[in-house]
Each structure stands twice: as C-alpha cells, then as structure tokens.
C-alpha cells in the first residue's frame, strides 16, 4: 500500500473526521443539520431539474446509434438474471424492505398530491416516483460515463479520470476519487446503521422485548461487515454473484407469499393503475408542476431527500454496475438498470401498500402500527399465517441484502485504492472492510454515548451535504460526455 496518497488521504481524513464527531457532536450535528437543509431549500429545484435531464439523457444515448456500442469484445460475464440480480442488491436492496409498508401507508395517510385520484392510487404513483426511473438514472449516468471509459477507451475505473478533459485541470481528479470514497464510506455507515436497527428491531419484535439493545447492534454490525468482506473477498462471481441471486429468489418468494394470499385482482390493477398514472405524469411529478406540486416542505422531507440521496450513492453503485455489465451494449445496459429494477419495485410496493391498506381499512381504529420505518414490515406480516417464519426470513434478508451492499462497496472501495485495478488485492478488500467496521462501530456506539444527538441521523444528513458535488459534476459530465462520443463516433 505504500505510494497511494489516494488511501492514505481518505483514512486520513475519516480519522479527522471521527475525532471531531466523537468531540464535538453537538456541534457537529447542528451543523450538518442546518447546511442540509440549506441545501436541499436553495438546490432542490435544481436536483429536480437534474433527475429529469439524466432519464432523458439516457434514453435518447441508449435509442441513438450510440446504444449500439458494445462494453467490451468479450461475451456478457454474468447471465442476464445474475447481473439483475447484483444491480438491484447494490442499488436498492434492504430499502425496498424498510420502506415496503411505512412508505406507502404514510402517502396513503397523508396524500402529497392534489389530484382527483384516489389516495390509494396518489400513494403508490408517488412511492414509485421516488424509487422509480431517476433513482436508477442517477446510478446508470455514473455507469455509463464509468463502462465507456473502462471498456471503450480502455481507461482504469477511477471516475476521476473517467473522461479525458478531467485529466487537463490539476488536482480535479484526485479531488473526485477522494470524494467518492468519503463519501461512499458515510453511506455505508448510514445503510448499516439503518439497516442493523431494523433487524435489531425485528429480532426484538420476534422475542417480544423493546427493542434498543445496543450490545445486539453492535454485534449485527461485526457479523454484516465479517460476511461482506468473505463475500468480497472471494470476488463478484463467487461470493456477491451468489448472494445476490439468492436475495432475488428470496424476495420474489416473500413477495408471492403476500400476493396469493391477497386479492390478486385488485392488486394487479392497481399496480397497473398506479404505473400508468407514472409514466403519464411522470414530466409534471419530476418538475413538482401544477396539482403535482406537493409543497416545498413536502419535498424538503421526502423527494429532495431521496434525490440528494440517490445522487450520493450513484458513485459507488454505477461504478460497481459498470464493472458487472461488460460485454453488453450500452442501450442493454441502460435499458436493464431503468426499466427492469423500477418495474420490480412497482410491483413490490403495489402487493405490499395495497395489502396495507386493506388491512388498515378493516381496523377498528389505526394507530400508527405502520409508522415505524423500523418495525412496520414485522408488524404487517402479523396479520398472515406463519407470521414468526415470515418475520424470520425477512432478517435473514435484510442481512443478506445489507452484506451486498457492503460488499459491492468495499469492492469498489478497494478497486480505487489499487489504482482502478478491476480485480483488486485482497489486501485492500480487508482493509476496507475493517476500517468500515471500526467507523460503523464508532459510529453507533457515540450514538448511544450522546443520544440528545442523533450521530446515525446526521451521517444520512450528511449525504445530501456530500451529493451537492456530484449533482454539479452529474450536470458537467453529461455534456463533456455528449461531446466525447461524437468526437469518436
């Protein structure tokens, strides 16, 4: 490891950074707080702007000749459901699950739209709006600008030199690969934070006790980060390959288990009701125009977030996209990570949220049992058979999912600090995997030490912070990139 200024700033900086936290926390907290939401108030509209301008930037590169170039001269390295399969669990992955239920019956609840749909309807075409089509353009822009220039200009992985006019100003790329790994490191530590508390949470609810033990979380932490650097340090195709596909078959096995057990005719049409409200609207929804207009703090809370959120994770997640999609044409590529990802969550959230609803509906009284982003989906499956094995698999998923993200980040992680090497030393997979460890572990337990200050809340505030660079960088590759390829083709 010795002569990489790259690693070495980047552990240095995260030192910097704990030290302050852990001395400074309320300080810090209040600092993150007021300069995220300065940032989603001053630059929300432009992140709108943004997540429009990238789904169309895509879908005009993939339907032009463009979308014919093939990433590489080799074959596909993954079969089409195994590359799904590691795209969605790396993109998305435990979220669909901590928001399968709270989301839809919040929306249900408080109706963000002022249309003469139904709420049922308003609910679910605005969970998909926000898990739909610009959450995945954000990772395929980073995918695309990262597999032309791995495997057209046969550049390394580094998305600092991923196009040749970065190269001309000092210090931009450096300045771009430091980023992304700080800022990959503080997603991972807000996903694993969120994530070991819902199944901290679900374990709990299973043994029928408050949940809130801290000695459980810690060793949820320890066990997510042990599995995810076996599972990246056996490499893509022996270890995320095969817990991604076991994630898909494991989600569409819950997934079914609720739609037979529902009524499957109401749910198909309201899946397809909901889709086409979507694609129809989709223009007015991404702008916030007219009736589709939920009010600024409406947006401030949830789409701003989402967008600056996404935005944040779309570094790591493209690159690793990139890295799985060799051999397959662009227009594949694209096609694959909007389409196929958002129809799948449709789905998911039509059988979840309309099953929720039915059942709120045939309450006597509904108390808020959905409104805990962290016990909601334990307590919706209370309302079926085998209730205990259900709640059961569903930790074991949340594990599952988290460790391939985990994973698929100290991967990427690894392959910038070897210097955009596609197959990086095994050496930087444990170091990665330890360091995120130690700042997870650091993290929860400063939590708990000062709890007048939520630490965990503040890294996933954090993230909006870091992802104003990268919407601006977004912007500026997207014509940089337009420029390049019609130069060369």
Known sequence: MKNNPLFYSAALILFIFSVIIFSFTEAFYS?????????????GEFYLWLGLACVLFLLIIAFSKYGRIRLGNSPPQFDRLSWIAMLYSAGMGAGILLRAVQEPVFMYQNPPLKTAYPNDI??????????????????????????YSLFIRKNNILLGTSLPQLKKIKGIPQSIDLLTILTTVFGLVAAIGLGTTQIEGGISHLLAKEPGTLWMVIGLVFIICLLAFISAYAGVEKG???????????????????????????ILTQFLTATWYYLKDFFQLSLAIGDFNPGKQFLTDWTYYYWAFWLAWAPFTGIFIARISQGRSIREMILGVLILPSLGSFLWFS??????????????????????????????????????????????????????????????????????NENPKKKYRLVWAALILIFSEAIILLGNVKPESDVLDAMQKFLIIGSLPFAIFTALMMLLFVIEIRKKH
Request: aromatic share 22%.
């Open 31 to 43: 600092f993150i707080e007021s300069t995220s939401i300065w940032v989603r108030e001053i630059f």
């Open 240 to 266: 995320i390959k095969r817990i991604s596909n076991w994630n898909i078959y494991i989600t569409v096995a819950l997934l079914i288990f609720v739609f037979v057990q529902n009524d499957i005719i109401e």
């Open 351 to 420: 059988v979840f949220g309309t099953s929720s609803f039915e059942i709120i509906e045939n309450m006597a009284a509904y108390n808020g049992e959905f409104s805990d982003v962290f016990t909601s989906v334990f307590k919706f499956f209370e309302s079926f058979p085998l209730s205990n094995f259900t709640n059961i698999v569903t930790v074991l998923l949340l594990m599952s999912f988290l460790v391939t993200s985990v994973d698929s980040a100290i991967y990427v992680l690894s392959m910038f600090s070897d210097k955009g």
């Open 122 to 147: 308003i609910a679910l075409e605005f969970t998909f709006y926000q898990w739909g089509f610009t959450a995945w353009a954000f990772y395929g822009i980073f995918a695309l600008f990262i597999g």
